[in-house]
């Protein structure tokens, strides 16, 4: 069967801008996929590299990709390009082909069905803002807290304080983003151990360091993110927790299948992408949140603009774009 491609190009700025150990995220560039096939059924995707020097790349392979191409050559030939054109052109079969069969709509806009996104700089005055926000009284709240953007000390003091104040309502997820060495990662496992707001420590050694996150995940639960990325077979091997985004696997239809058949320790992450790729999140989100680990998703809903490139209908942002 022939499939129609086509493609735009994307770009927004984030209305609060992420912070990890590593970079600092101002805004997103990538591309939406459309392909039709010759019934007119229409599937979309989203290239959305998180790498900044994989644009190019990615830029190139996709103006090589024919207008008009065969499906079953499509499938054959995009094993050869990037990972993140891969997802998208796997995610657009998945709906042609009635794998994916979304919702109107998914219920995670309130603040406390998603993880909140903050930095070693504004967690406290979030804690407060939280504290006082009467319309969250016995709900809990879980913290994406990106680390190693503040000096050690200052961190550990913030850890201290957080933990003196915090009830049992409110979880956290430290995400180190690979920035510590096994030293530090384990004085902080030694603090945190037992503690009943900690969800996990999010890549906290650096991705190639399997034997120390390995070594570490004995004493405290550990989660991977970009050690999955890089080496995608650890989704296969890694017994604890699993931070999963479905724009950076080559076939998320795979872990779709995974979430369906009840596979615990996967939680849903975003690469921040437009309303395309959070439908694919808002979709396997809402199959995570019927598993046996049921987990909020990480979507840092807060950090995106409000403006049609992020709605719920893809005909409405493929016409915008």
């Known amino acids: 069967m022939k499939i129609n ?6 770009l927004f700025n984030l209305s609060k801008k992420v912070i990890n150990s590593k970079i600092k995220i101002l805004n997103k560039k990538g591309w939406i996929i459309q392909l039709k096939n010759e019934k007119n059924v229409i599937g979309y995707g989203e290239v959305s590299p998180l790498k900044s020097e994989h644009l190019a790349l990615c830029e190139n392979q996709l103006d ?13 030939e995009i094993c050869k390009l990037h990972p993140c054109i891969q997802s998208a052109v796997n995610i657009a079969l998945g709906e042609i082909r009635s794998i994916l069969k979304y919702q109107n709509n998914y219920d995670f806009d309130d ?15 979030e804690l407060n803002n939280l504290k006082n926000d009467n319309t969250l009284v016995n709900k809990e ?8 953007t503040l000096e050690s000390e200052s961190e550990e003091k913030i850890l201290e304080k957080i933990l003196s104040e915090i009830n049992n309502k409110v979880k956290l997820r430290i995400d180190a983003n690979g920035s510590w060495d096994r030293n530090y990662a384990n004085r902080w496992a030694e603090i945190l151990r037992d503690n009943i707001n900690l969800d996990w420590l999010e890549q906290p050694l650096a991705e190639d360091d399997l034997e120390g996150l390995k070594e570490l995940e004995k004493k405290i639960p550990v989660a991977l993110d970009e050690s999955i990325i890089k080496y995608p077979d650890l ?23 995974e979430l369906q058949e009840k596979k615990g ?3 849903i992450s975003t690469s921040f992408e437009t309303g395309i790729g959070m439908r694919v999140l808002n979709h396997f989100s809402s199959i995570q949140q019927t598993g046996p680990t049921p ?16 709605s719920n209908n893809p005909n409405d942002i493929w016409k915008f774009l």
């Open 5 to 10: 491609f086509s493609k735009k190009p994307y």
């Open 295 to 310: 987990k909020v998703p990480g979507l840092a809903l807060r950090n995106f603009p409000k403006t049609i490139l992020f």
């Open 235 to 257: 989704t296969r091997e890694w017994k604890g927790w699993q931070i999963r985004r479905p724009s950076q696997e080559i076939n998320p239809l795979i872990l779709l299948k």
């Open 111 to 125: 603040i406390h069905k998603t993880a909140i996104l903050v930095d070693s700089n504004n967690i406290l005055d």
């Open 265 to 267: 320790l996967r939680i």
């Open 64 to 76: 090589k990709i024919p207008k008009q191409i065969n499906e079953n050559i499509i499938i054959n």
């Open 141 to 148: 709240i879980t913290l994406k807290w990106k680390v190693g």
